[in-house]
């Protein structure tokens, strides 16, 4: 008997899907930002946001004020995505140009967290997510700034990578053209930390990961 298919299923190149977990949590901790898809009143947005992943679970942070974070936690449906961009692929053709990406779509209900204890435990997650070791070092929230932010938190039941990697698909007929086939890569850099001088090492030292 054949099984349901799963809304996470990739449909286009089923090929690049990917469904282990580990791959899926690589893409979202190196991700630094996601984009939140929802409907409201009947009309759809997809608002960029900081988010960050502790074991089965996305945390997604913002203001309480925020149309998002008050229809999520509404109880309506979410989906977000992550995109790494990690080359531009050149084919011999225009209809063959692609790029090697890492994506994570996640799809689900969202809970808006309540327990100051767990939000604060968000909280740092998003800040060591983004600069690692910058939650010992910068003043802790205090209890006015924590109820100043709003922190939702998304299951990753419904989870899937997709992934294209290697040179052009070139068409066979194409191969004898005199035309430039092959892949620039495209990566996320950082620049001189800008401020007072001397900063702490893992400011001057910073690299976004899988860097």
Request: charged content about 25%; proline content about 9%.
């Amino acid at each position: 008997m054949a099984t349901a298919k799963a809304r996470t299923d990739v449909a286009r190149h089923p090929e690049r899907g990917v469904y282990d977990r580990e791959a899926i949590y690589r893409i979202l901790d190196e991700a630094l930002i996601c984009h939140v898809g929802f409907v409201h009143d009947g009309h759809p947005f997809v608002i960029p946001t900081i988010h960050a992943r502790s074991g089965e679970t996305l945390y997604v942070h913002g203001s309480p004020a925020s149309r998002m974070l008050k229809e999520l936690d509404a109880g309506v449906d979410a989906c977000v995505t992550v995109t790494l961009l990690d080359g531009l692929v050149l084919a011999r053709s225009v209809y063959n140009h692609s790029m090697n990406y890492r994506s994570v779509l996640v799809l689900g209900r969202a809970r808006l967290l309540r327990d100051p204890a767990e939000k604060m435990a968000a909280l740092e997650a998003v800040v060591e997510h983004v600069v690692p070791g910058r939650w010992d070092d910068a003043r802790q929230p205090t209890e006015k700034e924590l109820a100043g932010t709003s922190v939702l938190a998304l299951p990753l039941d419904e989870a899937s990578a997709k992934v294209r990697t290697g040179p052009p698909s070139d068409f066979e007929a194409d191969l004898e053209l005199p035309v430039w086939s092959g892949v620039i890569p495209v990566a996320l850099r950082t620049g001189t930390p800008e401020g007072p001088p001397d900063p702490p090492p893992y400011v001057a030292g910073y690299s976004p990961r899988g860097n």
